[in-house]
Each structure stands twice: as structure tokens, then as C-alpha cells.
């Protein structure tokens, strides 16, 4: 299967080869994608052989992203896939949080059941594939978090140098703390995270580092896979949406890109439509996506959220985001900050949890069913993005009624549990339980 880079831009396409080391296609700055030739799949088959891998003990088979390795046909060589079992995520239904989005039924695919706790390593595991298959030594990355957690973990565990750039100050300790647990040489820099894109781009190039960022096409390739998983685990029944948080843009790219391939090579009928949340504070897609534009996308130079995984003013994928939300007829929705904590309350209270951004989707659907734009019996996959222990803090604050928004204001919880403090007194605690 010979796989090839392709610059995005419809009026360059121009093809290179897989084994450049490019972020963007030199001769027009455009992003680029991976392409095969699926003209031979045979999507029968490998229905049946991707089921068939479920009961294998073989490592690549127990992987969520490499057992649907023939989707993926970027790598001449299996041995250099470095795997830690990534995806195999559940679909989860949640009644609780349908009711309070405004839906009959509402299933979640919880991607923070992944290694280090959210879809980065569905990605990872094939840019970290991609770096070994090049022979490079060191890989980097600027990440408002997640994406740092995982390249540590796959870099450590592929035997990979990895070097991470983050925003000072603008990230939740438990995914700063998984990047040094994973031995990842951390930089913690005093700026937001665009500036710190342009910079660690001119130091990958200088010091002949690999760059692991949202932009590199094998993240993208690996991502799919969240889609393939989730058709797989319906037996190829599509949902009518497909709600997912938007940060970069990256996941929203891949599903896209997931869902052509599926229906090209015959394995879906049709293509859901995406619905891609952002944080209010850091919506410069949601604004230019109610007037496309060729040349119409303006970025948010200061953005602010909270739910700091979609802290991104200037994200790099909006135009493969744009072809992915047209191609399926989806749309995008803006949330805004006790909108968010209030829905990840509830996510909570299905038993499920997640971090802030992934609740950015079900705040998302409240708003479009109450707007009569999702029908309320539509069939609905909302994707949860990250674990809920990668921000402690966050959950703390809320349920003790301290959280504040980025402008300084409380966020009244609607749902808050406070710890109640009791004396070492069984009558007295008796009399608090009824
Ligand atoms: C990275 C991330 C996002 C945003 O994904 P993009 O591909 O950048 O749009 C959303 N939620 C979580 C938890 C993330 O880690």
C-alpha cells in the first residue's frame, strides 16, 4: 500500500514523499494530509479480520488505533509502532446528562480511558510510530497539556528523547505532573500557546527535532481510529451527530477525513454530521464558521477559558475543520464558562466525569436542542476528550463554589457537593445522615 503526503489546498496538491520531514507543504504553506490508495480494500474483510483481532494477544491487535492498521497504511515496517494499548474506549450511555442536554438517549465514546487519560494517545502512538520509522532521536511539542502527557509517554516508552514546551502557568498540574513522571525534558515558557507554536518550529528545524504538534498529519492519521473504533463498536451503524470539543481543530480534521475513508471504501452508508464546541473565550472558528470565507478567519489573540485542552486563539487545522463540517452538513456552537462546569457537573453525575474540555460537548448539545437544531430524538455520540482526574483543581473549586471565570467572576455552581467537615462523633454524624 504506497502512502503518500499531499498538501490540503486544492489549488496546490502537491504529492511528496511519506519519509519527508515537512509540517507544511513547502510550496504553498498549506497543510498537508496523508493519502493512500484504498482502490483494493475489501471492507467485508476486514470487518470481519478487525473483530477477529479483538481475541488476539498479539500487541498490535489489542491496540484501539494499530488493529485497524490497514486504514492507517503509513508504516512499511510494524516494528516501528510503539504501542501502550491506546483506544479500546467504551461507549458509554449516559441518561442523566441526556435528559439535562435535552435528549432522549445520549451515549459518550470516553477517549479519557486512554493511557495517559485522553485521545492524544490515539494520535501518538503513530506520530511517535512516524519519529522512530525517520530514525529521529528527539521529539517536541507545545501543549496546553495533553499533548505533552502523551508524547512523554511514548517517546519514554519508544526509547525517544522528548522535549515540551508549555504555557507557564496555563496548565493543570496533573498533566504537567505526567510529563515529568514520564521523564520529558519540560521548558515552561512565558507566553500563550501560538507563540510558543512559532518558536518551538523554528528550534525543530534548527536542531533537527521531530515535531509532534496537532499539524503533523501522522497525529491525524492516528485519530481516525476514534471513529473507526466507534463504527466498529456499533457494527457500522452511523449516529446522526457526532458532538466533539474544538481546541487546534486536529480531532475534527481526522474524524472528517475518518468518515470519507469509511465511506469511499464501503464501510459506513453515509456521514454523520459533526458538531464542534468551542470555550466562548477562544472561538475565533465558531465566529468565522457563521460566514466562511477564504480569507475571513481572524484568530483571538488573547484567548480565555478555563477548560484550558481548547485554550487556543489561532488554531492550525481550521481549514481541513471547515471542509470536515461542510462535507458532513455539521456546525459549530460556542459554550461559555458555567455552561461548561455545569455540564461536566452532570457528567460527573452519570458516574462518567471528564475534564473541562470535553464538557464543552454536552453544554454544546443543551444549547442546540433547546435551539431546535439537534432533534431530541436524534441519535447522538458525544466524544469525551480527557480523564476527570487531569484537573483536580478545577473540580475542587467548583464544588466548594470557588471556581472563577477568566474575568474574575464566580461561577455559581449549580451542582456543587461540598465535603462536609463532622466532629469524630457517631451521634452527631447520625443525625446529619437522617
Ligand atoms: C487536545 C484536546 C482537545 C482539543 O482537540 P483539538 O484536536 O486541538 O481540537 C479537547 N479536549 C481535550 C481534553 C484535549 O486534550
Given at each position: 500500500?504506497?502512502?503518500?503526503?499531499?498538501?490540503?489546498?486544492?489549488?496546490?496538491?502537491?504529492?511528496?514523499?511519506?519519509?519527508?520531514?515537512?509540517?507544511?507543504?513547502?510550496?504553498?504553506?498549506?497543510?498537508?494530509?496523508?493519502?493512500?490508495?484504498?482502490?483494493?480494500?475489501?471492507?467485508?474483510?476486514?470487518?470481519?479480520?478487525?473483530?477477529?483481532?479483538?481475541?488476539?494477544?498479539?500487541?498490535?491487535?489489542?491496540?484501539?488505533?494499530?488493529?485497524?492498521?490497514?486504514?492507517?497504511?503509513?508504516?512499511?515496517?510494524?516494528?516501528?509502532?510503539?504501542?501502550?494499548?491506546?483506544?479500546?474506549?467504551?461507549?458509554?450511555?449516559?441518561?442523566?446528562?441526556?435528559?439535562?442536554?435535552?435528549?432522549?438517549?445520549?451515549?459518550?465514546?470516553?477517549?479519557?480511558?486512554?493511557?495517559?487519560?485522553?485521545?492524544?494517545?490515539?494520535?501518538?502512538?503513530?506520530?511517535?510510530?512516524?519519529?522512530?520509522?525517520?530514525?529521529?532521536?528527539?521529539?517536541?511539542?507545545?501543549?496546553?497539556?495533553?499533548?505533552?502527557?502523551?508524547?512523554?509517554?511514548?517517546?519514554?516508552?519508544?526509547?525517544?528523547?522528548?522535549?515540551i514546551f508549555i504555557p507557564h502557568g496555563n496548565i493543570s498540574y496533573g498533566k504537567l505532573a505526567q510529563a515529568?513522571?514520564?521523564?520529558?525534558?519540560?521548558?515552561?515558557?512565558?507566553?500563550?500557546?501560538?507563540?510558543?507554536?512559532?518558536?518551538?518550529?523554528?528550534?525543530?528545524?534548527?536542531?533537527?527535532?521531530?515535531?509532534?504538534?496537532?499539524?503533523?498529519?501522522?497525529?491525524?492519521?492516528?485519530?481516525?481510529?476514534?471513529?473507526?473504533?466507534?463504527?466498529?463498536?456499533?457494527?457500522?451503524?452511523?449516529?446522526?451527530?457526532?458532538?466533539?470539543?474544538?481546541?487546534?481543530?486536529?480531532?475534527?480534521?481526522?474524524?472528517?477525513?475518518?468518515?470519507?475513508?469509511?465511506?469511499?471504501?464501503?464501510?459506513?452508508?453515509r456521514i454523520p454530521k459533526l458538531a464542534v464546541i468551542k470555550a466562548e473565550g477562544a472561538s475565533p472558528f465558531?465566529?468565522?464558521?457563521?460566514?466562511?470565507?477564504?480569507?475571513?478567519?481572524?484568530?483571538?489573540?488573547?484567548?480565555?477559558?478555563?477548560?484550558?485542552?481548547?485554550?487556543?486563539?489561532?488554531?492550525?487545522?481550521?481549514?481541513?475543520?471547515?471542509?470536515?463540517?461542510?462535507?458532513?452538513?455539521?456546525?459549530?456552537?460556542?459554550?461559555?464558562?458555567?455552561?461548561?462546569?455545569?455540564?461536566?457537573?452532570?457528567?460527573?453525575?452519570?458516574?462518567?466525569?471528564?475534564?473541562?474540555?470535553?464538557?464543552?460537548?454536552?453544554?454544546?448539545?443543551?444549547?442546540?436542542?433547546?435551539?431546535?437544531?439537534?432533534?431530541?430524538?436524534?441519535?447522538?455520540?458525544?466524544?469525551?476528550?480527557?480523564?476527570?482526574?487531569?484537573?483536580?483543581?478545577?473540580?475542587?473549586?467548583?464544588?466548594?463554589?470557588?471556581?472563577?471565570?477568566?474575568?474574575?467572576?464566580?461561577?455559581?455552581?449549580?451542582?456543587?457537593?461540598?465535603?462536609?467537615?463532622?466532629?469524630?462523633?457517631?451521634?452527631?454524624?447520625?443525625?446529619?445522615?437522617?
Open positions: 500500500m504506497s502512502a503518500e503526503l499531499i498538501c490540503f489546498e486544492r489549488a496546490c496538491r502537491t504529492r511528496y514523499s511519506v519519509t519527508d520531514v515537512l509540517y507544511n507543504c513547502p510550496k504553498c504553506g498549506g497543510l498537508l494530509e496523508v493519502s493512500y490508495d484504498f482502490s483494493r480494500i475489501d471492507a467485508g474483510g476486514l470487518r470481519q479480520l478487525w473483530r477477529q483481532r479483538r481475541m488476539s494477544n498479539h500487541p498490535l491487535d489489542q491496540s484501539g488505533v494499530w488493529r485497524y492498521r490497514e486504514i492507517i497504511p503509513f508504516l512499511d515496517d510494524p516494528a516501528h509502532a510503539i504501542t501502550l494499548r491506546e483506544g479500546c474506549t467504551p461507549l458509554l450511555d449516559a441518561p442523566r446528562a441526556a435528559e439535562y442536554g435535552g435528549l432522549r438517549r445520549l451515549t459518550f465514546k470516553h477517549q479519557g480511558f486512554n493511557p495517559t487519560g485522553s485521545f492524544k494517545d490515539n494520535g501518538m502512538t503513530c506520530g511517535a510510530a512516524q519519529a522512530r520509522r525517520l530514525g529521529m532521536r528527539r521529539v517536541a511539542c507545545v501543549s496546553t497539556g495533553n499533548t505533552s502527557a502523551s508524547m512523554a509517554a511514548y517517546a519514554a516508552a519508544g526509547g525517544l528523547q522528548a522535549v515529568l513522571e514520564y521523564g520529558a525534558l519540560t521548558f515552561q515558557v512565558e507566553a500563550n500557546f501560538d507563540q510558543i507554536l512559532k518558536l518551538v518550529r523554528v528550534l525543530a528545524e534548527r536542531l533537527g527535532i521531530y515535531l509532534l504538534n496537532s499539524i503533523n498529519p501522522f497525529r491525524i492519521e492516528g485519530q481516525k481510529s476514534i471513529v473507526v473504533e466507534m463504527m466498529d463498536q456499533r457494527d457500522w451503524n452511523p449516529p446522526d451527530w457526532i458532538v466533539l470539543p474544538g481546541g487546534n481543530l486536529g480531532n475534527v480534521s481526522a474524524f472528517g477525513k475518518a468518515l470519507r475513508e469509511l465511506r469511499d471504501c464501503g464501510f459506513i452508508g465558531h465566529h468565522f464558521m457563521k460566514d466562511p470565507s477564504r480569507d475571513s478567519f481572524h484568530a483571538v489573540e488573547h484567548p480565555e477559558t478555563l477548560a484550558t485542552a481548547i485554550k487556543i486563539g489561532d488554531p492550525v487545522s481550521w481549514p481541513k475543520a471547515w471542509q470536515e463540517v461542510a462535507v458532513s452538513g455539521g456546525l459549530t456552537e460556542e459554550a461559555g464558562e458555567k455552561e461548561i462546569a455545569d455540564a461536566k457537573a452532570v457528567i460527573g453525575l452519570c458516574g462518567i466525569g471528564c475534564e473541562p474540555a470535553s464538557a464543552a460537548t454536552l453544554a454544546g448539545i443543551r444549547k442546540l436542542t433547546g435551539a431546535g437544531v439537534i432533534d431530541r430524538d436524534a441519535d447522538v455520540i458525544a466524544v469525551l476528550t480527557g480523564n476527570v482526574l487531569k484537573d483536580p483543581d478545577y473540580i475542587y473549586k467548583y464544588h466548594t463554589g470557588q471556581l472563577t471565570d477568566p474575568g474574575g467572576s464566580a461561577i455559581e455552581a449549580l451542582f456543587g457537593n461540598r465535603p462536609v467537615v463532622v466532629p469524630n462523633d457517631p451521634g452527631r454524624i447520625a443525625a446529619l445522615l437522617g
